[in-house]
């Protein structure tokens, strides 16, 4: 049984720690979440980890980590093989790397990094689950959780302990169309903004912020897509989305179209509470097609500038139904209590070689 | 009107009547304040030896205490005085300038020349130096011949407490590099100094006792081991010439060649290490300038070729002393 | 209202693109002089990594200061430091920016704030601090940057330096060029923590990576990190990451490359085209505004060369002077 993992060293290092002090889980931490990963796949009998290579310093602790384990007699981590193709240093590696592991016949790929780094899991991972580690910045997507117990749901339902249909959820995405010949998924916020540059890439300034497509809107949660979160809440596992139409701060006198109804102060980075005018915000049907005001600037995925378009362009925006799959963990270890997977009396191993615990 | 102080105090004046004169003089270094951050005192030690005590009472943020990084304090104190301000930084011990010579020889030395002429580096660099002090090793080295060595900076090294605050004075009035020393044996040494402020020009050694016999040439701490040899020589009936460098670069050597043209006897003592020392540099000059003025081959008295003992017993030997310094005159006077 | 295309203006834009393009036929001649023999000693050359000098240098004044590194062209040039000097200097003219004393690695001009290239690396950090002590002193919101590459960031002084800014709260930006070699030696293999922001936040102050080849990243995230110096919100540390087109100096026969490197470096990262493409892509610079620098810069070039090529050699009288002001 495998298991795919990407643990994105380029993660939660942008602007948003000098604006706003955001955290930045240091590169030891998050190779020591990947050994915890390990620890807790081997458990339940995983047999073997196909990692995505990468330069950033992941790969060399955790190595280091397994390799100092094996030393002392200690040999709990699950079996990691890097793929081997040459390493860009860029998305491209994310997206090589889940391309490989589903020619492979992975289970469930976890994943470390922020929402940018699971949009680029999803672009390529089909229907294979996701386990969502959050490392990055405005995590949305992935909620915050302690690693371990997403390794150890992780394990319970790729070696069939806890059944598909409990294990893993649907999840909506957004689908950016462009002429019909691009397509640009998002898994939480599609943003669309004046200015035609990606800069920094975080979108962080909210003045040049025109309009905001999001697949949920959870006030609890931090980044763009809480401006619609405070407006109004649409859950996961709900079927609407949320459209904000958003009138630029200061208004302009002279143009009474743009200007606001209500302002709302949100949180659209970590500590990072900005005033946004809203003129108007409505429910995406799953499947319907949205044709944006703005006829030019730059669209945001995920809360990153990435893509350019023109007046001359054909922009479509579709909110998609059970797009993307993850593991539930509450569901899984909620299950595997309930049905005693970790009772010992019961003589039941959590994993096929070794029983947890021993 | 004078005062008897000590070198210290003097040192602490002279600090104290610039930084209230020109606004952009500021001090740093090591514990130079002390205390900073510390739930005691603050200027809990005005520096290792209290040298510095009290400055940042009176001259508050213009005082600033470093972390232990001479590295960085004292690049920053050479990055500062090319952007306009005068620093005087403390190395605190000049042994360590291993840990920040780059900054000082290949940086503020070098400014000047690799830059055109275009650049300013008015820097001073304090540092205790000099053995007889149970400092060991690595807390008791000279090292003057190292500074020297190096064109760009000014070295200077005075033997007293007068010296100390106009030689300082001028060093910060200087728009060169400076590194002064201070040498720590030498600190509750007292002698009168003026209230005002004064400055005693570089390159302008001091003859401190006149004779005509022999010449013995020195800086620091040996200048008054010198000054005793020749108290001994004189009831032998041998008059000696003794003169106090008091700077090393630049360095007086003309007051040297004409005291040494009239007594044909010369005798370089140097607390530093023998090889390629303040001793030998004189020496070769000497030889090189008024080889026919000699009566007698120059003769170099120096601390051995090994590191500084701890043993009071090694120690005490190790310093050129007056004994030392005598016999060498009374050997080249055989001559 | 902000919905022009760039939040700069094309006059800005276009004195980015005529300072990337000068420093890149800057750096393209000399590559060509030093293998014609043209050029005495060591040159270390900055092309490829424009976008960075450039985007960082817009925000500066005449004032502000900046400590630059062994491969300073780019910075020197930035800054406004006069490319005929500089030309002069390299070849070790009279004319030259330091008469001829300097050469390529030490390249300064203090009028400019330009504090020197530098040939130990590392060393230029602690004399930004010092410099931005100088300026938070005086209290006129100056700052003071200092360069480093990624093989310079693990020398003590570069480290030492990040504490003492931290702790002094000094307006210094510490910029880590990081262009994936240290000489011949990985980036990757030779920084044992291997990412800048951690680094930065294990000395307390905030560290943003940006992507060095585009031009509107570097400018965004160094005018936030600079305006928040100046305004007394303490150092921060900026790596840009970024690709150089040519070894570490010129003669190096990068073994170390990987086969096609430099080939795709030039087709896919390079800054200079990158740039064009967003302006002209976006509709706010005319491509014939930015053709008609391209030939300036050329010609800017040429005539640097000829004039310094004419120009004299330092005289004998000149070996002594400007070691001291007065010395004696």
């Known amino acids: 049984m495998r298991v795919g993992l990407v643990a994105n060293p380029f993660s939660a290092r942008d602007i948003r720690r000098v604006i706003a002090n955001a955290a930045s889980l240091q590169i030891t931490d998050r190779a020591n979440i990947v050994l915890r990963v390990l620890a807790c796949l081997g458990a339940c009998g995983v047999s073997e980890v196909l990692a995505m290579p990468e330069r950033g310093g992941i790969r060399a602790h955790v190595e280091r980590g397994i390799e100092r384990a094996r030393n002392t007699g200690d040999e709990r981590f699950a079996p990691v093989r890097h793929l081997d193709f040459p390493v860009t240093g860029t998305v491209e590696d994310t997206r090589r790397a889940v391309r490989a592991m589903v020619a492979e016949g992975v289970s469930a790929i976890v994943v470390l990094g922020g929402d940018g780094t699971h949009r680029a899991v999803a672009m390529d991972c089909g229907r294979i689950p996701i386990a969502c580690v959050s490392t990055g910045t405005n995590n949305a997507f992935p909620d915050h959780r302690e690693p371990t117990v997403t390794g150890l749901a992780t394990g319970l339902a790729v070696t069939g302990q806890v059944p598909p249909e409990v294990a893993y959820a649907a999840n909506k995405r957004l689908l950016v169309s462009i002429n019909e010949t691009e397509h640009h998924p998002a898994l939480v916020d599609v943003a669309l903004v004046a200015e035609r540059v990606v800069g920094a890439r975080a979108l962080w300034r909210p003045e040049s912020l025109r309009e905001l497509y999001v697949t949920f809107a959870d006030p609890s949660v931090i980044g763009l897509s809480a401006i619609a979160g405070f407006l109004d809440p649409v859950g996961r596992r709900e079927p609407e989305g949320v459209m904000v139409d958003i009138a630029p701060l200061p208004a302009d006198a002279s143009r009474p179209d743009t200007s606001p109804a209500v302002r709302i102060d949100v949180p659209i980075a970590p500590g990072w509470l900005r005033t946004i005018g809203v003129r108007s915000w409505s429910r995406l049907a799953p499947g319907a097609s949205r044709v944006p005001r703005l006829r030019a600037g730059m669209i945001a995925l995920d809360g990153e500038r990435e893509v350019g378009f023109g007046e001359d362009d054909d922009v479509r925006i579709v909110l998609e139904p059970d797009a993307v799959r993850t593991v539930d963990v509450e569901a899984c270890m909620d299950y595997a209590a309930r049905n005693g997977l970790f009772r010992r009396d019961e003589r039941r191993a959590l994993g096929a070689g070794r029983p947890a615990g021993e | 009107m004078a005062r008897n102080l000590s070198m210290n105090e003097a040192v602490n004046e002279a600090l104290d009547q610039e930084m209230a004169r020109d606004p952009a003089v500021i001090v740093m270094g090591e514990d130079i304040s002390g205390g900073t951050g510390a739930p005691g005192e603050d200027d809990a030690w005005g520096g290792p030896l209290g040298v510095t005590k009290g400055l940042s009472v009176k001259h508050g943020d213009r005082v600033m205490d470093t972390p232990l990084s001479e590295s960085a304090f004292i690049g920053a104190a050479i990055g500062a005085a090319c952007s306009g301000l005068r620093p005087v930084a403390e190395l605190m011990f000049v042994d360590f300038m291993g840990v920040c010579f780059d900054e000082i020889f290949n940086q503020a030395a070098k400014f000047r020349y690799m830059f055109g002429g275009k650049a300013e580096t008015p820097v001073v660099i304090r540092c205790m130096a000099g053995a007889g002090f149970r400092a060991a090793a690595q807390h008791s080295q000279m090292l003057t011949p190292i500074f020297t060595h190096i064109p760009g900076l000014k070295v200077v090294f005075p033997s007293n407490a007068y010296d100390a605050k106009g030689l300082l004075i001028q060093s910060i009035r200087d728009n060169d590099p400076v590194i002064f020393f201070e040498h720590k044996n030498l600190y509750d040494t007292k002698t009168d100094v003026p209230e005002g402020l004064y400055t005693i020009p570089f390159a302008e050694a001091n003859v401190v006792r006149e004779g005509g016999d022999a010449t013995i040439v020195t800086y620091g701490q040996t200048v008054q081991r010198s000054l005793d040899a020749a108290s001994t020589l004189a009831k032998e009936g041998i008059e000696c010439d003794v003169i106090d460098l008091r700077t090393l670069s630049p360095i007086d050597m003309d007051t040297v060649l004409e005291s040494v043209e009239e007594t044909g006897r010369l005798v370089c003592v140097d607390e530093a290490n023998p090889r390629c020392s303040i001793a030998a540099d004189v020496s070769a000059t000497v030889t090189q300038e008024i080889f026919g003025s000699l009566k007698a081959g120059v003769r170099m008295v120096t601390a051995p070729h090994t590191p500084v003992p701890f043993s009071p017993a090694l120690e005490d030997i190790y310093i050129p002393g007056a004994d030392r310094i005598a016999s060498a005159v009374r050997q080249t006077v055989a001559n | ?328």
């Open chain 3, 1 to 328: 209202m902000t919905d022009q295309p760039f939040s700069i203006d094309r006059d800005t834009l276009l004195d980015a693109y005529r300072t990337m393009k000068t420093i890149r036929e800057f750096e393209e001649r000399l590559h060509v002089d030093v293998a014609r023999g043209d050029i005495p000693g060591f040159v270390h050359l900055y092309a490829g990594e424009e976008a960075a000098a450039t985007a960082i240098m817009l925000h500066l004044g005449e004032s502000d200061r900046i400590a630059s590194t062994h491969r300073g062209h780019g910075h020197c040039i930035a800054k406004g430091v006069d490319v005929k000097e500089m030309m002069g200097e390299i070849r070790g003219k009279a004319s030259g920016a330091c008469k001829g004393k300097g050469g390529s690695m030490h390249i300064a001009d203090l009028s400019k704030g330009m504090m020197g290239a530098n040939g130990i690396l590392g060393a230029g950090a602690p004399l930004a601090c010092g410099a931005a002590l100088a300026a938070k002193r005086r209290g006129d919101g100056g700052v003071a940057i200092s360069f480093v590459g990624d093989g310079a960031s693990n020398q003590g002084m570069f480290l030492e330096s990040l504490n003492l800014a931290a702790v002094w709260n000094l307006p210094v930006i510490f910029v880590v060029e990081n262009n994936g070699y240290a000489e011949s030696t990985a980036m990757e293999w030779a920084v044992a923590c291997d990412s800048y922001v951690d680094r930065a936040s294990g000395f307390g102050m905030p560290g943003v990576t940006v992507d060095g080849t585009d031009f509107f990243a570097v400018y965004e995230a160094a005018g936030e990190v600079i305006r928040r110096a100046r305004e007394g919100g303490g150092p921060s540390l900026l790596e840009c990451k970024m690709y150089r087109f040519y070894g570490h100096f010129e003669g190096d026969a990068q073994t170390y490359r990987a086969e096609g490197e430099v080939e795709n470096l030039r087709e896919n990262h390079d800054c200079i085209k990158i740039f064009r493409a967003a302006v002209t892509g976006a509709g706010a610079v005319d491509p014939a505004d930015l053709n008609a620098i391209d030939a300036e810069a050329l010609a800017l070039i040429n005539e640097a060369v000829a004039h310094a090529a004419a120009a004299p050699m330092p005289g004998p009288e000149d070996l002594e002077t400007d070691v001291y002001i007065s010395y004696a």
